[in-house]
């Protein structure tokens, strides 16, 4: 283990605790002594692969005692590679990075939307387990493209699910942005998906852009502010970089830059 800097970002090799399918993705319990401790949901972990140059990134799924996992969606070479590791084996994992969800004024609230379209899913249990130990009402949206992504653990923390495929093989036929608008009722949502989700909420007449927490996903490099590989946004209206300004920022904040 190797501490970074002060804020807390640490080095350290985690060993596989356990590795299993859900749904289409495969939940990767990692032992950790030190990120488990300062991670914060909405924060995300940097995982180093054999792939070249640059870690990739993954969101905090869900934390224990001297443990947390990271929801992965198997899409190319450094996927493929966690989906071939077993159980004993170590990860060299850097994290926790980027801003939390206490970064927003989102905890003060008695009720929260979660809205997540397809592996988007990972942002929401930290979430959920936290709003829920306060009482306070939790309810998902969670959009797929079909039944076979779909997975039920944890589902004891939202006091309601939607769920929207969009071959109609499971929950509503469609996007999930449309059952948001069909179920609103005014409260603060926090969401995570790709930006075409997010174009479609920023659609929204009735969702103000003012009350949704987004968390972005971007090709990645460093993860640490200084490549500038994560960057957003053009020259009329500026620049961020997802890693270290997010990846959770208020839909108003960045809808000029998506
Ligand atoms: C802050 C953050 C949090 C993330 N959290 C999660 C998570 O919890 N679970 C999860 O499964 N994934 C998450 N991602 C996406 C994940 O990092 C990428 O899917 C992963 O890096 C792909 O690596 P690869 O080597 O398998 O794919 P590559 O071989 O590099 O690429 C394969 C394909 O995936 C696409 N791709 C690569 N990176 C991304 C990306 N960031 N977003 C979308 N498509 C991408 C490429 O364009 C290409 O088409 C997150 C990304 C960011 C930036
Ligand atoms: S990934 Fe390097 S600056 Fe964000």
Redesign the pocket.
């Known amino acids: 283990m190797m501490n970074i800097d002060s804020e807390k970002i640490f080095l350290e090799d985690c060993k596989i605790l356990d590795i299993s399918l859900l749904g289409q ?1 495969l939940e990767v319990v990692l032992e950790s002594f030190y990120i488990s401790k300062y991670v914060k949901p909405g924060q ?1 972990v940097n995982v180093k ?1 054999k ?1 070249p140059f640059f870690r ?4 905090l ?1 869900d934390k224990g005692t001297n443990s947390f996992s ?11 590679e966690i989906s071939e590791m077993k159980r004993e084996q170590f990860l060299n994992v850097l994290g926790p990075l ?1 801003n939390s969800i206490f970064d927003f004024d989102l905890y003060g609230l008695d009720a929260i939307d979660l809205v997540a379209g397809g ?1 988007g899913i ?2 929401m249990l930290s979430v959920a387990k936290l709003f829920k130990a306060s009482n306070k009402k939790v309810r998902l949206f969670w959009g797929i493209k079909t039944k076979s992504e779909y997975f039920e653990k944890f589902f004891e923390y939202f006091d309601e699910i939607f769920i929207s495929s969009e071959d109609g093989s499971i929950g509503q036929k469609g996007v999930i942005t449309q059952v948001l608008n069909e179920n609103y009722t005014g409260n603060k949502v926090y969401a995570c998906g790709p930006v075409k989700m997010l174009k479609a909420i920023l659609e929204d007449k009735v969702i103000l852009p003012n009350d949704v927490v987004c ?6 490099g460093c993860g640490i502010g200084i490549c500038y590989g ?1 960057s957003i946004g053009n020259s009329q209206y500026g620049y961020k970089l ?2 270290k300004d ?2 959770n920022f208020l839909l108003s904040e960045i809808k000029s830059l998506i």
């Open positions: 993705y995300f692969l792939t990739r990134p993954f969101t799924f990271i929801l992965v969606k198997i899409v190319g070479k450094g996927t493929k980027g592996v990972a942002n968390s972005l996903e971007s090709v990645m994560c997802v890693c997010g990846p």
